[in-house]
C-alpha cells in the first residue's frame, strides 16, 4: 500500500494529451485490420515485448471480461493516433509511440509511461465507453459518427455529444494513471529533473509531425490536469480509509474494518485491498469456530499475512451457515487479489490458510467429506507453492506448505513436514504438535518447552499446558510500561464531555467527517495524536511516540503479533498496541 501512496502523491503535473490517446469504433473486422496495417512483431521490435507484458499486467488489473477478450496489436503506420482502442476489444498501438515511450535510458520509465498510454485506452474498455455514446447519442437523437467525432471540429466540440466526449476522456485520463499505479508502474517516474513531463514531450512530438491536433479545442491542457489532479486528489483523501481498516482489523474491529475496505475498494480496487477483505472474512470464520474447544482450534499455527498470529483448523464450527459463508467469500477475495498480481505473495499464503481451514470445517454441497478435503488440501499445498516459486525463502508459505503436506498424509510426511519445519525460525510450536501427534511425546515436550520461553501465555500456551502441564516463565509487568499510560491523551470508550474538550484543545475542530454505509464517524489526526470515533464511541487513540524505546526491553508478552509487507510489526496487548519497526517503537495505540 506504500507505493500506492507514494504514487499517487507525486503524480502532480501529469496529463495524457487526447491527440495520442482516443478511441475508435469499427470499420474493420480484425482480419481485414491486420491485413491492412503491417503487424509489428518482437523480431521487428524488441520493445514489443515490454509493451506486451505493460498491456497483460494492466490486464489483470482491469479485470475485464467480455465475449471479445482484449488484446493489444502493434502496427506500423504515420498517424496522430499514437494509441487508440476499438469497441472490438482491440488496443491498437503504433510503433512511432513505441519507440517514443521507450526512447529514455531508464526502461523502467518507458514501462510507466506505456502503462498510462494503455491504461488510457483499458479504460475505455472496461468502461465501456463505446456504449455509453450509443447511449447518449440515443437519447439525444444523434446519428453517431465516429470519423466527425475523431476530426473533433470547433464546431463539433460545441455540440453536447462534443462536451460528452470530453468527460469521457478525462474519467480514461485518470482511470489510466489508476490502472497504471494498480499493476505496479509508477506513474510518477514520467517526470524528470528539469519538470520536462511526458505530457510536454509527447506534445512536443505530435505537433512537430503533424502540426495540428486531434484532440478536442475546448479540451484545453490545462483544463485537462486540472480536472485529472482534482480526481487524485480525490484517491489521495481517501487513502486514510485504507489504513483505519488496518487498524480496526489489528485491534479486532473485523466489521467497522470491513466497512472501511469496502468504502476504499470503490476507489482503488487494487490486490492489497481484496487480501485484506478476504483475511476479515478469514477471520471472520475462525471466530464462528467454538470457543468450548480450543484445544483443537489452536491445533496448528498457519501463517498469514498482515495477521501472522496465525489461526487453526480442526474444530467442530459453533455455526456452520456462518462459517461456511465467511470462508467462501475470503477465498473469493483472495483469488481475486491472487489474480490481479502474479507476483503478490501474501494473497497466496493466507489463500493456502484460508483453503486449509475449508477442507477441515466446510460442509460441502457437491463433493464427499473426504474428496472436499483432498481437493482443499491439495490446493492449499499448491498456493503455498505458487508463493515459494516467487520466493523460495518465504517463511509463511514454507510454514503452511509442511501443514498441508502433512494433512495430506500425516504418516507418510511426517518426517518430511518436520524437516521443512525444522528449517523456519519460530517453528517450535508446530514441530512440537506434529511430534505430539505421532505419539513421540519426548520430542514434543523439548520442542514446547522452547517455545514457551518466547510465548508464555497465548492459547497456544495453554494447549501445551493441557497437554504437559509444563510451567510458563512467569511474565512480571514491565514497569518501563507505565510511561505509556501516563501520558495517554484520551481514553477509548463513550463519548463525554472530558472527550469532546481533549479533541478541542487537540485538533481545533478540524476533523474529517466519515459516512458511508451503514457507518458514521469522525477521524482526528495532528502531528502527534490519531482519533477514530464511531458511532459515539472512541474507537482507538494513536500517538507518536516521541522518544523511541526498544520493544526488547519489556518483559511482557503480547496477545498477537501482526506484521505488514513494508515490515512494520503491530504487537497487540489487552487494551494496547504497538507500532515497532526495526526494533524501534514508532507508535502506542490504545483501544478498548
Known amino acids: 500500500m506504500k507505493r500506492i501512496v507514494y504514487h499517487l502523491l507525486f503524480i502532480c503535473c501529469f496529463i495524457i494529451t487526447f491527440q495520442a490517446l482516443a478511441f475508435v469504433k469499427d470499420t474493420h473486422s480484425n482480419e481485414l485490420f491486420e ?63 513505441l519507440n517514443f515511450c521507450y526512447q529514455v535510458q531508464d526502461k ?91 505530457f510536454q514531450e509527447l506534445s512536443a512530438q505530435i505537433e512537430s509531425k503533424t502540426g495540428q491536433f486531434n484532440a478536442s479545442k475546448s479540451l484545453n491542457h490545462n483544463e485537462r490536469l486540472n480536472v485529472l489532479m482534482s480526481n487524485i486528489q480525490n484517491i489521495k483523501d481517501k487513502v486514510i480509509l485504507f489504513y483505519l481498516g488496518v487498524r480496526l482489523y489489528q485491534i479486532g474491529e473485523y466489521d467497522d474494518a470491513l466497512q472501511f475496505f469496502q468504502e476504499f475498494l470503490n476507489f482503488f480496487p487494487s490486490r492489497e485491498v481484496y487480501n485484506n477483505i478476504g483475511l476479515i472474512y478469514y477471520q471472520k470464520a475462525v471466530d464462528a469456530l467454538p470457543k468450548k474447544n480450543n484445544s483443537k482450534t489452536f491445533q496448528y499455527k498457519l501463517s498469514t499475512f498482515i495477521d501472522t498470529e496465525t489461526r487453526a483448523v480442526n474444530l467442530i464450527p459453533r455455526s456452520q451457515d456462518i462459517f461456511n459463508d465467511n470462508i467462501s467469500k475470503a477465498i473469493d477475495q483472495l483469488k481475486i487479489a491472487c489474480n490481479m498480481d502474479y507476483y503478490y505473495i501474501p494473497a497466496y499464503v493466507n489463500l493456502s490458510s484460508a483453503l486449509i481451514m475449508s477442507a477441515r470445517f466446510e460442509t460441502p454441497e457437491e463433493l464427499s467429506e473426504l474428496d472436499h478435503f483432498e481437493e482443499r488440501i491439495n490446493d492449499a499445498k499448491s498456493f503455498a507453492e505458487k508463493a515459494l516459486r516467487r520466493n523460495k525463502n518465504c517463511h509463511e508459505a514454507l510454514n503452511n506448505k509442511a501443514i498441508a503436506m502433512y494433512l495430506q498424509n500425516p504418516s507418510q510426511h511426517y518426517s518430511e513436514s518436520i524437516k521443512l519445519l525444522e528449517s523456519l525460525p519460530d517453528s517450535q510450536y508446530n514441530i512440537g504438535r506434529l511430534h505430539f501427534e ?22 497456544y500456551a495453554n494447549q501445551i499446558n493441557d497437554s504437559f502441564k509444563l510451567a510458563s516463565p512467569v511474565n512480571k509487568h514491565d514497569q518501563s510500561m507505565a510511561s505509556f499510560f501516563r501520558d495517554q491523551p484520551l481514553k477509548p470508550g463513550d463519548v463525554n464531555t472530558d472527550t469532546e474538550n481533549v479533541l478541542q484543545q487537540e485538533f481545533h475542530g478540524k476533523k474529517m ?51 505488514s509487507v513494508q515490515d512494520i510489526e503491530t504487537f497487540v496487548f489487552q487494551n494496547f498496541a504497538l507500532d515497532v519497526y526495526q526494533n524501534r517503537i514508532q507508535k502506542v495505540i490504545y483501544f478498548l
Do not use: C
Open 35 to 97: 491485413g491492412i496495417y503491417k503487424i509489428v512483431t518482437e523480431k521487428d521490435n524488441p520493445l514489443v515485448v515490454r509493451a506486451k507484458t505493460v498491456f497483460n499486467r494492466i490486464l489483470k488489473v482491469v479485470n475485464k471480461r467480455t465475449e471479445k477478450y482484449p488484446k493489444i496489436v502493434i502496427i506500423k503506420k504515420n498517424t496522430r493516433q499514437w494509441a487508440s482502442a476499438r469497441k472490438d476489444g482491440t488496443v491498437i498501438l503504433t510503433e512511432n509511440g
Open 438 to 459: 505421532q505419539g513421540n511425546k519426548d520430542k514434543a515436550r523439548s520442542f514446547w518447552k522452547k517455545y514457551l520461553q518466547t510465548d508464555p501465555s497465548s492459547e
Open 108 to 198: 523502467a520509465i518507458g514501462d510507466a509511461r506505456m502503462s498510462i498510454i494503455l491504461g488510457h485506452e483499458m479504460a475505455h474498455l472496461a468502461k465501456d465507453h463505446f456504449g455509453k455514446i450509443d447511449v447518449f447519442a440515443s437519447a439525444q437523437d444523434i446519428e453517431v459518427n465516429f470519423l466527425e467525432i475523431m476530426n473533433h471540429s470547433k464546431k463539433k466540440q460545441s455540440t453536447p455529444l462534443g462536451k460528452y466526449i470530453d468527460k469521457l476522456e478525462h474519467h480514461a485520463d485518470f482511470q489510466g494513471v489508476i490502472y497504471a499505479t494498480m499493476a505496479g508502474y509508477d506513474p510518477s517516474r514520467v517526470f524528470d529533473t528539469n519538470d520536462n513531463n511526458f
Open 513 to 563: 467527517i466519515l459516512k458511508f454505509g451503514k457507518l458514521e464517524g469522525e477521524y482526528y489526526k495532528n502531528n502527534e495524536l490519531e482519533v477514530l470515533i464511531l458511532a459515539d464511541v472512541v474507537k482507538f487513540v494513536e500517538k507518536t511516540v516521541d522518544k523511541k524505546m526498544s520493544y526488547q526491553n519489556f518483559k511482557i508478552q503480547p496477545q498477537k503479533l501482526f506484521t
